[in-house]
T-cell receptor, first 117, second 108 residues
Framework: EPEVTQTPSHQVTQMGQEVILRCVPISNHLYFYWYRQILGQKVEFLVSFYNNEISEKSEIFDDQFSVERPDGSNFTLKIRSTKLEDSAMYFC???????????????FGPGTRLTVT | DAKTTQPTSMDCAEGRAANLPCNHSTISGNEYVYWYRQIHSQGPQYIIHGLKNNETNEMASLIITEDRKSSTLILPHATLRDTAVYYCIASNDYKLSFGAGTTVTVRA
């Protein structure tokens, strides 16, 4: 069964450093997302991406964050200058086109645990 | 997205049906009801979604009341591997707003 993959599984970085989290969405999917979950807290939406542009973003997704689909298979999240509060599990997700009945289920990857020291 | 309300936790016996309630009294006409679950710290897993009609797939059944103000997710034969946090989400766009969910513990 196709699945979303993410690398690395765990990333440790120093405050102020740039990090790039990588995702390979399911191959025929067209919608891509990033979410994060700070330890012990809710899963939070960061950004959605469709047709090579951001379709929606949350307040969390400020100028320090950017997303890119550099080729036909990868989807990346870059954090320009990491802060301690960026420590979290980051989940990538993808969706196919809406079904005939509507709705759009999202399939999540296993996550990248980012630790900022 | 409409606010959803779920019980904080519930226990279920292995092999029995688990019925997970969700209230979404302010849901709008074009919002779907989605159910996801998260096992430990893994990525959320899609279970099922619906708009008005009841839905069933290989994982679960979704019963939506006629007024759409509440729904129930049914896991027909719960196993120990179904122990997870279950999220009910009402959404009409491509963003999912996760709440605290219901922590379901399946006991042998």
């Amino acid at each position: 069964e196709p699945e979303v993959t993410q690398t690395p599984s765990h990333q440790v970085t120093q405050m102020g450093q740039e990090v790039i989290l990588r995702c390979v969405p399911i191959s025929n999917h067209l919608y891509f997302y990033w979410y994060r979950q700070i330890l012990g807290q809710k899963v939070e939406f960061l950004v959605s991406f469709y047709n090579n542009e951001i379709s929606e973003k949350s307040e969390i997704f400020d100028d320090q964050f950017s997303v890119e689909r550099p080729d036909g298979s990868n989807f990346t999240l870059k954090i320009r200058s990491t802060k301690l509060e960026d420590s979290a599990m980051y989940f990538c997700a993808s969706s196919a086109t809406p079904r005939r009945g509507g709705g759009l289920e999202q399939y999540f990857g296993p996550g990248t645990r980012l630790t900022v020291t | 997205d409409a606010k959803t309300t779920q019980p904080t936790s519930m226990d279920c016996a292995e092999g029995r049906a688990a019925n997970l309630p969700c209230n979404h009294s302010t849901i709008s006409g074009n919002e779907y009801v989605y159910w996801y679950r998260q096992i430990h710290s893994q990525g959320p897993q899609y279970i099922i979604h619906g708009l008005k009609n009841n839905e069933t797939n290989e994982m679960a059944s979704l019963i939506i009341t006629e007024d759409r103000k509440s729904s129930t997710l049914i896991l027909p034969h719960a196993t120990l591997r179904d122990t997870a946090v279950y999220y009910c989400i009402a959404s009409n766009d491509y963003k999912l707003s996760f709440g605290a969910g219901t922590t379901v513990t399946v006991r042998a």
